[in-house]
């Protein structure tokens, strides 16, 4: 098994453009979530999902939409980037024990 | 509301030294799960360890140990004899069971450097 994909591992952005980060898993979870890691703030969850078609926001959701169309397929967008959204984003899934397992991440730069 | 404090911003270390790592949390559940994650340099993040909220048996695992207690609302992680390999960001995570969507909320996590 992979895991947690995510790709791309690096991208830089300007202010206003658009991107969808991808995230796959291959251990047929349920739940699936997206993070952002800043510098002395830990993780903080923006967006989750329960299931294919149900999602719902987290902690820091402005800026980002998600869909989930597929079980294993949970891509967050970006739809106009901003500084602010400078970070890396870690996307995880869970199995039925609630343990969250992450994928290797994106660190992404809105310039 | 959820909260989990990591009170240690750096903890540094020589080789072979002990290192204890604080994690208090705030929950008005009773039921909910503690963990512990592991970020390395290389910057992934590996699960380490959960524990129910009704179970405060003490874990050990090779050099790593977890002391959990209710009374104090912490969930206490020790390194014996510590090693480079060690060195890493430690994080403490809270998720709770009433949500049913294992939402979890981190502390600001712990770096703990290890010197040769």
């Known amino acids: 098994n992979a895991g947690v994909t995510q790709t791309p591992k690096f991208q830089v952005l300007k202010t206003g453009q658009s991107m969808t980060l991808q995230c796959a898993q291959d251990?047929?979870?349920?739940?699936m979530s997206w993070y952002r890691q800043d510098p002395g703030m830990g993780l903080r969850l923006i967006h989750y999902s329960v299931g294919a078609g149900i999602t719902d926001q987290g902690e820091v959701p402005n800026g980002y939409n998600v869909s989930r169309s597929t079980t294993e397929d949970f891509p967050l967008r970006l739809l106009s980037a901003a500084p602010s959204q400078t970070s890396v984003y870690f996307c995880?899934?869970?199995?039925?024990?609630?343990?969250?397992?992450f994928g290797p991440g994106t660190r992404l730069t809105v310039l | 509301a959820q909260k989990v404090t990591q009170a240690q911003t750096e903890i540094s270390v020589v080789e072979k030294e002990d290192v204890t790592l604080d994690c208090v949390y705030e929950t008005r559940d009773t039921t909910y799960y503690l963990f512990w994650y592991k970020q390395p340099p290389s910057g992934e993040l590996v699960f380490l360890i959960r524990r129910n909220s009704f179970d405060e048996q003490n874990e050990i695992s090779g050099r790593y140990s977890w002391n959990f207690q209710k009374s104090t609302s912490s969930f206490n992680f020790t390194i014996t004899a510590s090693q480079v390999v060690d060195s890493a960001v430690y994080f403490c995570?809270?998720?709770?069971?009433?949500?049913?969507?294992?939402?979890?909320?981190f502390g600001a996590g712990t770096t703990v450097t290890v010197r040769a």
């Open positions: 995880a899934s869970s199995n039925p024990r609630g343990t969250q397992y």
């Open positions: 251990m047929n979870h349920e739940y």
């Open positions: 995570a809270l998720s709770e069971a009433s949500s049913n969507d294992y939402k979890l909320s």
